[in-house]
């Protein structure tokens, strides 16, 4: 999303040649392949290790920190190698993502309308608001300190991260449609 607004703000002359089909592929790939990459260390991991306390998980999520508490061995090094794995690709696309708000922001400010700015802030704001909702809570569920965790706390933030992003990130698209906003005005009306 950063590198598409990335270039529909600061070279949208070049943007269909840029982001045609073959480029689309080639990030999607990326991004499932990481994304899978990441899930097969975490269900070696899963699958590796022996559970004491049942297999009964105090949430409708299977969270990683809620099966290490079933856990009966000694799971350090496996949370340090998920958690040095993890923070790579974190902190990879999030420099990622920050350069590159970094460059549409330089550029939107050179722009000399105010029209120009609110166009290309309306465009960047709500995926920057989603994208730190989502990381702001994922650090929260995954580096919080044992002593306030509890199961009601651990749902909702687990909630927060993996449900509200999503559906946030859908419905703040989606309002972009002028159809569907005047189908939302005409139901709240």
Known sequence: MAYDRYLAICKPLHYR???DSRACVKKAAAAWTSGFLYEVLHTGNTF?????QGNA???FFCEIPQILKLSCTDSYLREVEA???????????????VLTYVQIFTAVL???SE???HKAFS???????VVSLFIC??????????????????LVVTVLYAVVPPTVNSFIYSMRNKELKDALRKLLI
């Open 115 to 117: 029209q120009g700015w």
């Open 137 to 154: 809570t994922s650090f929260f569920a995954y580096l919080k300190p044992p002593s306030i965790s509890s199961p009601a706390l651990d």
């Open 83 to 97: 958690l040095v794995v993890g923070a790579c690709l974190f902190f990879g696309c999030f420099v990622f993502i």
């Open 110 to 112: 050179r722009i000399p």
């Open 57 to 59: 998980v105090d949430q």
């Open 48 to 52: 590796s290790i022996t559970l004491c």
């Open 17 to 19: 040649t840029l982001m």
């Open 123 to 129: 465009m960047c704001l709500p995926h920057l608001a």
